[in-house]
């Protein structure tokens, strides 16, 4: 069975530095999605950056990038410049091809912003 | 992406009661589904909500405790009945979008509190 590990349950970085949040995913698959969300405080989940296994090039959005280490199954997140508005829980999530659409969570990182 | 409307925000309930959540999107979605995000955890399923059949459970859940309605493309409602105070959590609907439905997409989330 899949799993996904954020052994970080907790980072603080200061503002407008960079900050990389870990995760590591277990999978027999070859072919997958990789997702991290951000959760504020008002609860809603966001999506931040999805990368698909089959790509090699590391997805990047504005501040965000990720880097995706196929072989050693680790996917982290850098949050380059950071903002206030980046603390939040961030969530590392697994999904197959198929057609289950069921993500397998990690237990999440709270990010803290000091100004 | 999509925007969804979930309601209430949140509710403080008494203990035997049950509570209605709402889910509202703003177009056809094939695929919505219903989390619970106990404190301090990361997300559970409940279910998929399927348009016009009955929902589809997750391990651990069942109709007559979270029974689910999904009328037709753009709604759905999670009902938790018999409420008791381990079902305090916020629960979320989601929805999947992409060329693969491989993004979900999150409503604000229900805080649920019961006494």
């Known amino acids: 069975a899949q799993t996904v590990t954020q052994s970080q349950p907790e980072m603080s970085v200061q503002e407008a530095e960079t900050v990389t949040l870990s995760c590591t995913y277990d999978?027999?698959?070859?072919?997958?999605?990789l997702f991290w969300y951000k959760q504020p405080p008002s609860r809603q989940m966001i999506l931040v950056i999805r990368?698909?296994?089959?790509k090699q090039q590391n997805a990047t959005e504005n501040r965000f990038s990720v880097n995706f280490q196929k072989a050693a199954k680790s996917f982290s997140l850098k949050i380059s410049d950071s903002q206030l508005g980046d603390a939040a829980m961030y969530f590392c999530?697994?999904?197959?091809?198929?057609?289950?659409?069921?993500?397998?969570w990690g237990a999440g990182t709270k990010l803290i912003i000091k100004p | 992406s999509a925007v969804i409307s979930q309601k209430p925000s949140r509710d403080i309930c008494q203990r035997g009661t049950s509570l209605t959540i709402q889910c509202q999107v703003d177009?056809?979605?094939?695929?919505m589904f219903w989390y619970r995000q106990q404190p301090g955890q990361s997300l559970t399923l409940i279910a998929t909500?399927?348009?016009?059949?009955?929902?589809?459970?997750e391990s651990g859940f069942v109709i007559d405790k979270f029974p689910i309605s999904r009328p037709n493309l753009t709604f759905s409602t999670l009902t938790v009945s018999n409420m008791s105070p381990e079902d305090s959590s916020i629960y979320l609907c989601?929805?999947?979008?992409?060329?693969?439905?491989?993004?979900?997409?999150f409503g604000s989330g229900t805080q649920l509190s019961v006494l």
């Open positions: 909500a399927n348009q016009g059949s009955e929902a589809t459970y």
């Open positions: 999530a697994y999904r197959t091809m198929d057609s289950n659409y069921q993500l397998i």
């Open positions: 177009s056809q979605v094939t695929m």
């Open positions: 999978t027999s698959e070859s072919d997958y999605y």
């Open positions: 990368q698909e296994a089959y």
């Open positions: 989601s929805v999947s979008r992409g060329p693969t439905n491989e993004k979900l997409f």
